[in-house]
């Protein structure tokens, strides 16, 4: 979904600006640009372009109901059917709820209504609703994230090979080193977690034999890994995934479901798949566009 509902703990440092207390509604010219509101939550300001529409800010209800096309400013806080928060766009709940992440900048989301950018049961919901105004959403799978796909649980190997042997082309390389490649030379790359052999250079080519120690750790996109064997073309990797933990793979990003001695598996259905959500909105802001 193309909005903050994807997970919660994240986090936004600014301050509530309050807006005038009087609604109004602004006509603008054509092809007029102009700056939208000081957002409820935040002090952001976003610039948009508009051909001849209308703006309508200020505290209480606005007197236009959102419509399709319309851009939303939305604040929220979502809910499992336990009442255990999922996400919300406010600071001080985040706090008070202790979700509240430093890595987050809280402030509303901004949408256009009918053009997918946010879960359909918010993108339908907020449909009528005037600015000022909160309601309460209840969300099913099928409206939000989806309904859980027990096909989307993958195996993968905890033991795998590599190749030792790599190539480079000689332009790379030269863009990168400053010295002039000679075999049997060996150099280290910060974006390989081992030394490598340069064994053969050509006009067009350098390349590489990895050599790792037996028992080297590194990181990967699972966790922690080692280094178990090294034969004459192979690595033998052993991954150490942590179940519960979100991974990045060639196929997107995965939840370590379970692990034993060769697999785990991942799990890349959406972390609230098979959820019924309960969210609280309100409409901090509208923009209307003439003519719609």
Do not use: C
């Not at 319309?70 to 985040?94: C, K, M, P, W």
């Not at 709820?97 to 890595?103: A, H, K, L, V």
């Not at 309904?147 to 030269?174: G, H, T, V």
């Not at 590489?208 to 033998?236: C, H, M, Q, R």
């Amino acid at each position: 979904m193309a909005s903050k509902t994807k997970g919660k703990g994240k986090t936004n440092t600014k301050k509530t600006t309050s807006k005038s207390k009087t609604a109004k509604t602004i006509e603008l010219s054509q092809t007029a640009f102009i700056i939208l509101i000081v957002l409820a939550a935040g002090g952001l300001y976003m610039v948009y372009t508009l051909s001849k529409g209308s703006v309508e800010s200020g505290r209480g209800l606005g007197k236009n109901a959102v419509a399709v096309n319309d851009v939303v400013v939305l604040n929220f806080v979502s809910r499992l059917s336990n009442g255990s928060i999922v996400d919300t766009t406010i600071e001080q709940v985040a706090i008070d709820e202790n979700i509240y992440s430093m890595d987050y900048e809280y402030s509303p989301i901004i949408f256009t209504v009918g053009k997918n950018q946010i879960i359909a049961g918010i993108d339908s919901g907020v449909i009528g609703l005037r600015e000022g105004e909160t309601k309460k959403i209840t969300v099913p799978p099928e409206a939000g994230f989806g309904e859980y796909n027990e096909q989307l649980i993958q195996p993968a190997l905890k033991i795998y090979p590599i190749d030792r042997y790599s190539e480079m082309p000689l332009i790379q390389f030269q863009s990168v080193v400053s010295d002039p490649p000679q075999a049997g030379e060996t150099i280290v790359d910060v974006n390989v977690p081992w030394p490598m052999e340069i064994v053969n250079v050509t006009d067009e080519l350098v390349s590489f034999l990895y050599t790792p120690g037996e028992g080297a750790f590194f990181e990967t996109s699972v966790g922690l890994a080692i280094v178990v064997n090294v034969s004459e073309d192979k690595i033998w990797i052993m991954e150490n995934p942590v179940d519960g933990s979100v991974v990045s793979t060639q196929l997107g990003s995965a939840i370590v479901k379970t692990h034993n001695e060769t697999m785990f598996l991942l799990d890349y259905n959406h972390p609230l798949a098979g959820k019924t959500l309960h969210y609280e909105v309100t409409v901090e802001g509208v923009v209307k566009l003439a003519g719609e």
